[in-house]
């Protein structure tokens, strides 16, 4: 299984690297926009852990498109994951979330929204810090 994980991550990993100018343009398509967040918000982009498109919340706006990376993955990528007991879903925001954050502060985001984070669609109780680069509670990140 081990060798299997590995290998999943890697073609994970690499279709990533291969759409990091998509993203990184998406989200400088979006830092150009002329929005502000009310007092004591933060900006926010919410991930489908199905699709993994992802969207700014300020502006419901698509950052990067829906389908994308289950598009490039492997045909077979889900079925080898399954077979081989791999959890995809834990594989994927294990990747995917500090890809994101890469490519936020490659795009300048900090310079305008700080902080900022990421969530899973449906598990807003957690947040992904893009600068700290790691999960923290809502009630932490929103001090709730």
Do not use: K
């Amino acid at each position: 299984m081990a060798d299997m994980a590995e290998t999943l991550r890697a073609e994970l990993l690499a279709v990533l690297s291969a759409n990091t100018s998509r993203l990184c343009d998406g989200l400088r398509a979006e830092l150009a926009r002329p929005f502000t967040l009310g007092p004591g918000r933060r900006l926010q982009f919410e991930a489908d852990p199905w699709s993994w498109g992802i969207t700014c919340c300020a502006t419901e706006e698509p950052v990067f498109d829906r389908d994308r990376l289950s598009d490039d993955l492997p045909g077979d990528w889900f079925e080898r994951a399954e077979e081989a007991g791999v959890n995809w879903d834990a594989m994927l925001a294990d990747e995917v979330c500090p890809w994101f954050a890469e490519c936020w502060q490659s795009a300048g985001g900090p310079v305008r929204f700080s902080p900022a984070f990421l969530f899973l669609h449906g598990y807003h109780d957690r947040q992904y810090d893009l600068e700290c680069r790691c999960w923290v509670p809502a009630a932490e990140a929103f001090g709730e």
